[in-house]
């Protein structure tokens, strides 16, 4: 059942609210850009007031509360996959978005959903400078810095995983088009 509004959308024109059992879909889909809250605490009741206030769409895996928010006329996709790639093209789908480009730039907190200041090494301070281990700080030139959370983020190791991620999703979006 598609409950979002099948009208063309631009990438990172939605906002999102993972429910509590989607912290690692919610961590990814920060990183792709995407606007997602998410609480491991926090009551349906809340969620749905929150989706219908912040204008989010639910991501949940959760039959009963996809059937209220329905109820309520509020977006949301029902997850039946456990992978985040699958889910991951279930939500693009749903919501038709067909693209979803790899731009670190545009990456989110992973932890906090904050958008993160791209710096550059020459901008880094002593004290974000002790946040980064040594050799990152001289392999990379680059850097995410999370103004609420104080953490740092660099293109590091799941560099590789994350551009497989966009391009396999991207190839499901493709066949679905
Ligand atoms: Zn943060």
């Known amino acids: 059942m598609k409950s979002v509004e099948a009208k063309p959308q631009q990438y990172r024109s939605l906002a999102f609210f993972a429910d509590s059992m989607h912290g690692g879909l919610a961590r990814k889909l920060r990183i792709f850009g995407m606007d997602t809250a998410y609480s491991s605490s926090i009551t349906d009741d809340l969620i749905l007031r929150e989706c219908r206030d912040q204008r989010r769409i639910l991501l949940t895996s959760d039959k009963d509360l996809f059937k209220r928010s329905l109820n309520k006329r509020i977006g949301s ?12 093209v279930k939500i693009f789908g749903e919501c038709n978005i067909r693209y979803l480009p790899y731009d670190p730039a545009s990456a989110r907190c992973p932890t906090c959903n904050l958008e993160l200041e791209k710096k550059e090494r020459r901008e880094i301070n002593d004290e974000l400078r002790n946040l980064i281990p040594p050799k990152s700080y001289l392999v990379y030139s680059i850097f995410y810095l999370c103004h609420r959370c104080r953490k740092i983020y660099w293109e590091g190791s799941h560099k590789a995983a994350l551009v ?3 391009e396999s999703v991207n190839h499901e979006l493709c066949r679905i088009s």
């Open 77 to 88: 996709v029902l997850l039946q996959d456990h992978s985040d790639k699958e889910n991951m």
């Open 164 to 166: 497989s991620l966009a």
